[in-house]
């Protein structure tokens, strides 16, 4: 579905001195892995990993400095944006920030209706959705700060499901929750991704996170990729030294507790 | 507290100059540029409640008329700054990086450029006017315009909601239109505010020197101008227009502080 | 002899109640957590406790810290209990930091401004302070702006503040929830040491089950303004009584 290859990605900074080049920072130094149909494939990694780039250039949002994303066997680093329409349809984005990532400004209805354009019997599709992703069919005629964190999120996901795409990429999208609520909406993200058949790509510094929804996991760090396989196998046997402190450091809730029981 | 205050203090004082403009259009006490000799520099009494000037006009009418000039000044010249302005730093902020480039420096060229010797230039090709004044008055304001608006601009363009819309397939036509001018209208709204009192204060000064409102039309740059010989014998006539165009100016800057607070998200109270 | 005992404590928007009847003490030097999900009025329990509910909100019943009642105390009374006996770290650091001064001075401002240490002490024990949570370089960090720093520092840079003075009481407002997880556990671990080296007792807010049970040894759990379960941490994540601390779990588990 997905094939990436050798993916770099860098960015220059601003000068911080007068004199001498401008600074480079690699997000991404040679990342590739495949993704196939149907798939839940994992990314973790801490902040600044290269994760949310990695994201933006797989929705073709952004380019690589090298390498090449091919989607469905055809490329699309490389395509101008008006060749990518067949993409912008396939493959959508959820992002974490439950209040940036919503035009203050709009309706729930035209913020979901956004990707359809002018197509007819929009107004159903959008009733449709928010059932879909548990929302009362009246939200669609209130704005985004009338709706806690949780309900942002459901909205995020009608919008993204709304143009029937066979790709979801979740960025970060239940770490900003509490834990009743980022249950809920992880719950929800694995019945939709079951019932319209998505191929999903869930991103999260969060292993445990990962692990709830994902069946494999790419572990990234410094723009690298230093750990991939199926979730179970990698939590349970992880072979990078970097992987095993990410799951040393995650809190665990029934380590705590068998702690405090030994007192 | 004094958010509140300085948006109810602009909207009052903004008001009154209003409310002054329109009512000049149907009722003046007297006739604003009836020349009476026989009423020569009277002080303030029942009939002319601010007096009369040198030639024997009601100083009261002539500062009511004088509120419409400075309003029309103000109006045109922040229309003009706004249209031209605000799409010119939408297109800096989501064009090419060489446009955006392009159109700054242009920015700053402008911005260098007095709007003074602007007023002087056209005023020579075409003849001082009100217009002319209230042209390179719109023209000079263009800059702040389209700085602001570019600024606005590559926040909207930084959000999650403008790379979902890319992502669904939206045109950078629609993104402009339904994300970046929605999201910056509170910004050019205060920028107007502001830009109005420097408008009206420009405008004061242009007449004032010459290069504005000619005789015999009234405008409270020129009442001043006018008020000059007599300085020291009636400092009354420049005094009364003097405090017109400061709470004028007063007031549409407390419009605009009142109206940043509100739409400034940053400094939005924490829930 | 409690180091702090609410009483009572009741907080109203108007006539809309948003916290209701909530009692608890805080013994010196004991690690008591406050759990619930967002929204449940955690922020403003504390804030209440701080004197720093926002305008428009009106506690009622009773706080007292030690001998005295702080709800109704005076403004000024209770600034100089802020940040010497009663410390805060919040869960936005940048927020709680001056964008435009560098760090080693604000360490060192929050000492001189209780009088705990002169001016040049203030300096030295600044320096001191960041690198006891563990910053990396105290000297060369101590002369950053916050902007230069990562997330994690900066939450170091204001725990080091909140730590300044010694506090009798620490409280930690979801203090490691905009924080990576191997971050996070670098934060938790050196709230930890500060509160055992200073002897301060801390009252730890967070919606992470598994974070409060490290850090706290008794916990509160807060649903809709309330307090509905509490007691030693094993007893209330071992076998919770009420409903909602039973789903808290089941949802972290
Ligand atoms: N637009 C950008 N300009 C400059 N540097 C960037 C930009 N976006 C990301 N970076 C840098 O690239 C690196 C990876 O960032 P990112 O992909 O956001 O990581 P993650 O999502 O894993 O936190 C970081 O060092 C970040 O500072
Ligand atoms: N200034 C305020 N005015 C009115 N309601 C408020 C205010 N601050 C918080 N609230 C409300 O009080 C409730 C509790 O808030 P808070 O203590 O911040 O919750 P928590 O910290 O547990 O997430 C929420 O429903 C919130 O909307
Ligand atoms: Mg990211
Ligand atoms: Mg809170």
Redesign the pocket.
Known sequence: MISVSELERS?R?SRTSLTGPRPE?H?LRGVSFDIERGQRFGIV?E???????LVRLLAALDRPTSGSITFQGRRIDDLPERRLGFLRSQVQIVFQDPMGSLDPRMRVRDIISEPLGRRPGRRERVRELLDAVGLPADASERYPHQFSGGQRQRISLARALAPRPSVLLADEAVSALDVLVRKQILDLIAELVERYELTLVFVSHDLGVVRRVCDTVAVMRAGEIVELGPVDEVYDDPKHPYTRELIAAAPNLAAALAGLEEE | MTRNLSLLAGVVLVGLVVGTALVSFGWTPHDPLLVDASVRLLGPSGEFVFGTDKLGRDVASQLMVGARTTLYVGVVAVGIAAVVGTPLGIAAGMGARWLGELIMRVNDLVLAFPALLLAIMLGAVYGASTLTATIAIGIATVPSFARIARAGTLQVMSTEYVLAARAGGRSRWWIALRHVLPNISGLVLVQSSVSFAIAVLAEAALSFLGFGTAPPTPSWGRMLQESQELLAVEPRLALIPGAAIAVAVLGFNLLGDGLRDRFDPRLEVRR | MSLLSVEGLGIAAGSLPLVEDVSFTIAPGERVGLIGASGSGKSLTASAVMGLLPEGLTPAGSVRFGERELLGASERELSRLRGKNIAMVFQEPMSALNPSMRVGRQVAEAMSLHGTRDRRGAKAAAVELLGRVRLPEPERTARAYPHQLSGGQRQRVVLAIALANDPALLICDEPTTALDVTVQARVLEVINEGVRDHGSALLFITHDLAVVATMCERVLVMNEGRIVESGSTRDVLGSPKHEYTARLLEASA
Do not use: L
């Open positions: 960015y900074r920072v997000a990694g902040s600044g990993s290269g994760k949310s780039t």
